[in-house]
Nanobody, 117 residues
């Protein structure tokens, strides 16, 4: 079984920074990797994604503040979050579309990000 291991969440004041990391527990082929978030009472939403060639997509709410990166050799994905706002408070999940047998979506356990005002 493949798990995505996340790290880097925490509590920060408005305007602060955090860096999230995500890596699979086993070596697998991965196409797209992404970060999602879910705030209380809201649906899970895409924050940013990056494919194997480095093309990125950001939701409008984080453009210019968050940066997604990926080390293909390590299958390591990071999300640098700067200029954090209280509305960024959520559980952040990493996702990888990879192959371990068949192609499927793998998910992390989630890491809490809390931004205080």
């Amino acid at each position: 079984q493949v798990q995505l291991v996340e790290s880097g969440g925490g509590l920060v004041q408005t305007g602060g920074s955090l860096r999230l990391s995500c890596m699979p527990s086993k070596t697998i082929a991965i196409n797209t990797m992404a970060w999602y978030r879910q705030a209380p009472g809201r649906q899970r939403e895409l924050v940013a994604s990056i494919n194997s060639t480095g093309d990125t997509i950001y939701t409008d709410a984080v453009k210019g503040r968050f940066t997604i990166n990926r080390d293909n050799a390590k299958n390591l994905m990071t999300l640098q979050m700067d200029g954090l706002k209280p509305e960024d408070t959520a559980v952040y999940y990493c996702m990888a579309h990879g192959r371990y047998g068949a192609w499927e979506d793998f998910w992390g356990q989630g890491t809490q990000v809390t931004v205080s005002s």
